[in-house]
């Protein structure tokens, strides 16, 4: 069954400390990996998206990085802000239908 | 920037009445999709539409239907509206993948409430 799951559930850190959220799929065949950022009342929004062949991909402050051979992903983010506070969502699409699977989320609260 | 609009972000409906959710998008996208989302679970699609009077079925289509007579335009539309159905419903729109860049966006949500 295809599956994504992301943790922690949620996390409090203080702003200007990094962190990193996980990942692990059984999707298959794979597509792509997806993570989006969803404030709270608003629809998710596209941080990054990598394909097979790329380990590492960054957006300002935040880089996913991608292992296909444990299925596995994480997305750090350095420095962070107050704005940051959020739900991060993991999506994998699935082969060559492109269905998403989405993962729960893991809600982050930033703290001053 | 692409824009996808819905037209509430907050909705109460009472149980047995029918319920349109319209979205809009400006982009020229070929497809739409509706998902729900609800605590603890991630989104679920409930239809999807590659093309104006095209519609699939997603992972949870009972209770819904959709319409999608022009092309930027993609309704959801809940016949008889239960308490079950008490959720918050985002919109979508994509182009087709090309391989490299993000294509899928999603609208603001509308938040519904049936009592």
């Known amino acids: 069954k295809n599956q994504v799951e992301q943790s922690p559930q949620s996390l409090i850190i203080l702003e200007g400390k990094n962190c990193t959220l996980q990942?692990?799929?059984?999707?298959?065949?794979?597509?792509?990996l997806r993570w989006y950022k969803q404030d709270t009342g608003r629809g998710p929004v596209s941080l990054t998206i990598?394909?097979?062949?790329?380990n590492t991909k960054s957006n300002g402050r935040y880089t996913a990085t991608l292992d296909a051979d444990t299925k596995q992903s994480s997305l750090h983010i350095t420095a962070s802000q107050l704005s940051d506070s959020a739900s991060y969502i993991c999506?994998?699409?699935?082969?060559?239908?492109?269905?998403?699977?989405f993962g729960t989320g893991t809600r982050l609260q930033v703290f001053p | 920037d692409v824009k996808v609009t819905q037209s509430s972000r907050y909705l109460v409906k009472r149980t047995g009445e029918k319920v349109f959710l319209e979205c809009v998008q400006d982009m020229d996208h070929e497809n739409m999709f509706w998902y729900r989302q609800d605590p603890g679970l991630g989104l679920r699609l409930i239809y999807f539409?590659?093309?104006?009077?095209?519609?699939e079925k997603g992972d949870i289509p009972e209770g819904y239907s959709v319409s999608r007579e022009k092309k930027e335009r993609f309704s959801l539309i809940l016949e008889s509206a239960s308490t079950n159905q008490t959720s918050m419903y985002l919109c979508?729109?994509?182009?087709?993948?090309?391989?490299?860049?993000?294509?899928?966006?999603f609208g603001s949500g509308t938040q519904l409430s049936v009592l």
């Open positions: 539409s590659y093309d104006v009077k095209m519609k």
């Open positions: 999506v994998v699409s699935a082969g060559n239908t492109d269905k998403l699977i």
């Open positions: 979508a729109s994509s182009t087709t993948w090309d391989g490299q860049n993000e294509k899928l966006f």
């Open positions: 990598m394909t097979f062949s790329e």
């Open positions: 990942c692990n799929y059984t999707v298959s065949p794979f597509s792509n």
